[in-house]
């Protein structure tokens, strides 16, 4: 892989944390009158699946869709504007947080509901049939909207269509507050994609360039064999915290949902955690610190400047 | 001709010349073919026909999906109850579509059970209650002229609509009836004109009110006679015009729906005519009675109705 490259690439996993913190902040400070899903760790699979998509190809997201938006739109300041929701806003203030799209980079669908943006997308691929379009539809999802009947529904319908699609399931173990363990038996992905016919592929450990090679031979692989593709993404959404349980010792942990995250901070080095569950320190494999904080400190000026902060 | 074998025969016109058009839905080119309603039917250059599996919500939305990918289509569903599994789609997918003026066309064509108790699924075979969840778009087939009107304007034209059609009036024999205007939007026809009274009927309720038309006449009462296919907002101002002028309203409403269109119209006559006779003809369901066997026939009796307004 080109050097050149490789900086693009952790300069937008770099972006993406920075531009995150900077709305965590405003969001801190109740700036925000609608709720946002923040997506801190998620980082790898957006700049791998914006790295590897083509001009026919069409994404579809999820309520927790801040990472695809920035990664997409490569800008701040029209996601702030949304979220704020002024008329200049990326959507005109229409779509807000939950079902932010951008037709003009091929976001073409977005929605708040659990599990409702599946059968949307293999309408979209059913259309790319139609049309005779040479192009992926890949849409993201998560570990609770997989449990949803519209995702069995789905891939059923795309296997027996022929249907080229990717479908990214997100798992951060958690639907709003409750882990997988707590509401469910366990599902085996891998088994459930096969009993339909269709590929399974499992990426875990937020290396961005990894990924990026791998999507973009999962799309070769949908797009040659005509077929959905299912990828279950391991990672965690980062900025969770602990609070006191009153008449106990012990403490409670709290997951990101919506909302703020209180304990996270702006910093111009933005690493979360020091192990491979942040795709920011996934980083080190290919840079040196120096290197990184260099880039974030650039960065984060740049932001700064393009919203109006310097 | 039967009046499924006349809209099989109208869609079919209509698919067979649309060109990159996908008609879907479960058995649609399989067994009885929806009773007829999907029977031989064709699409033109680049289109395709599927048969699919039984995943009514990823139908609802693919059909969405498709509109948003500039492909136009049609869903076929053999009970409009089938339907209720993709309200969400219907509702949460339709408003942000609806956002911007889509190029492509997504109909779904459904059958109201209206024929008889088939069992607790009868019960919410509403039409008015369906379309009124997201405001869609949505159109009841009564006869042949309001087939042809509707299905020539509608099918494949862009955006999304519901067109629902009657079990009960399957197998009846269509005669020719003329119209003395119909809408724009295809919501509201005019069928007679007349001094005595305005009759306006609602959900599929057209062939009482033809009958009522007729035997009114033959005790003298010239009706006119209008027929409301839709339950998105209507401008109520010829019918009002018409009551104005009658004044007297009747109203028949043959849906098992707790709101009612003819309601509607009902507070706008109130509210602008002098009227010396308002009679509703709708179901009377108390309670849960609305949930065990009913008649899904109206039983109505004209004489009753002829002499309020003689009196």
């Given at each position: 892989m080109e050097h050149k490259q490789n900086i693009a690439i952790a300069k937008e996993i770099l972006r993406l944390r920075l531009s995150q913190m900077l709305i965590n902040e405003k969001y801190k400070a109740g700036l925000f009158k609608i709720p946002l899903h923040i997506?801190?760790?998620?980082?790898a699979i957006a700049v791998a699946v914006d790295a590897a998509m083509e001009e026919n190809d069409l994404l579809v997201c999820s309520h927790r869709n801040m990472h695809y938006n920035l990664a997409r739109t490569k800008a701040l300041k029209p996601i702030l504007d949304e979220y704020f929701l002024k008329k200049e806003g990326l959507a005109g203030a229409e779509l807000g947080s939950m079902n932010l799209a951008n037709e003009k980079k091929n976001i073409v669908y977005t929605s708040s509901i659990l599990g409702n943006n599946l059968p949307v997308a293999t309408g979209l691929a059913l259309g790319h049939k139609v049309k005779g379009v040479n192009g992926l539809v890949i849409v993201q999802t998560g570990d609770g909207a997989m449990e949803e009947g519209a995702f069995y529904e789905s891939l059923l319908f795309m296997k027996s269509n022929s249907l080229a699609a990717l479908i990214i399931v997100e798992n951060n173990e958690w639907s709003m507050h409750t882990r997988i363990h707590e509401r469910r038996s366990p599902i085996d992905l891998s088994k459930f994609s096969e009993s339909l016919g269709a590929k399974y592929e499992k990426l875990y450990e937020n290396d961005p360039y990894k990924y990026t090679e791998r999507i973009k031979e999962i799309r070769e692989y949908a797009l040659k064999n005509k077929t959905p593709v299912v990828a279950e993404v391991d990672l965690d959404t980062l900025g969770g915290w602990y609070v006191d349980v009153p008449g106990s010792t012990e403490k409670r942990f709290i997951h990101p949902h919506s909302g703020p995250l209180p304990k996270t901070e702006l910093a111009e080095w933005p690493e979360l955690e020091h192990s491979a569950n942040d795709p920011v320190f996934v980083l080190h494999t290919y840079f040196s610190s120096d290197e990184l904080k260099a880039m974030a400190q650039e960065i984060l000026k740049n932001i700064k400047k393009e919203i109006g902060e310097v | 001709m039967k009046y499924i074998e006349y809209v099989n025969q109208l869609i079919g016109e209509k698919t067979a010349i649309t060109e990159r058009l996908v008609l879907f839905g479960e058995n649609i080119a399989a067994g009885s073919h929806i009773s007829g309603l999907t029977k031989q039917l064709r699409v033109g250059k680049g289109g395709l026909v599927i048969n699919t599996p039984n995943t009514e919500n990823t139908h609802a939305g693919a059909g969405l999906g498709m509109m948003l990918g500039g492909v136009s289509s049609i869903l076929f569903m053999k009970q409009q109850d089938f339907l209720l599994l993709g309200i969400d789609q219907l509702a949460n997918t339709y408003n942000f579509i609806r956002r911007k003026k889509p190029a492509a066309s997504f109909t779904i064509v459904f059958v109201?059970?209206?024929?008889?108790?088939?069992?607790?699924?009868?019960?919410?075979?509403n039409f008015g209650d369906l379309c009124s969840i997201a405001r869609i778009p949505g159109f009841t087939i009564t006869n042949k002229r309001d087939a042809e009107e509707i299905i020539n304007t509608h099918?494949?034209?862009p955006g999304f609509r519901i067109i629902g059609v009657s079990q009960r009036l399957f197998g009846k024999e269509l005669s020719e009836i003329e119209t003395v205007s119909v809408n724009a939007e295809k919501t509201l026809f005019h069928y007679k004109k007349g001094n005595g009274a305005t009759i306006a009927c609602f959900n599929l309720s057209f062939p009482y009110g033809l009958t009522l038309h007729e035997k009114l006449k033959e005790k003298g009462i010239d009706a006119s006679l209008f027929s409301v296919?839709?339950?998105?907002?209507?401008?109520w101002k010829d019918i009002i015009e018409d009551v104005k002028k009658t004044k007297n309203l009747v109203v028949i409403d043959d849906s098992k729906s707790e709101n009612l269109s003819c309601d509607n119209l009902l507070v706008a006559a109130y509210e602008n005519c002098k009227m010396d006779h308002a009679i509703a003809v709708k179901r009377d369901i108390k309670g849960n009675d609305w949930?065990?066997?009913?008649?899904?026939?109206l039983r109505i009796d004209y004489e009753e109705i002829a002499k309020k307004l003689l009196g």
């Open positions: 997506a801190m760790g998620h980082e | 109201i059970v209206d024929s008889g108790y088939q069992g607790l699924q009868s019960s919410i075979n099918l494949v034209s296919n839709s339950v998105t907002p209507i401008d949930l065990w066997p009913n008649l899904d026939e």
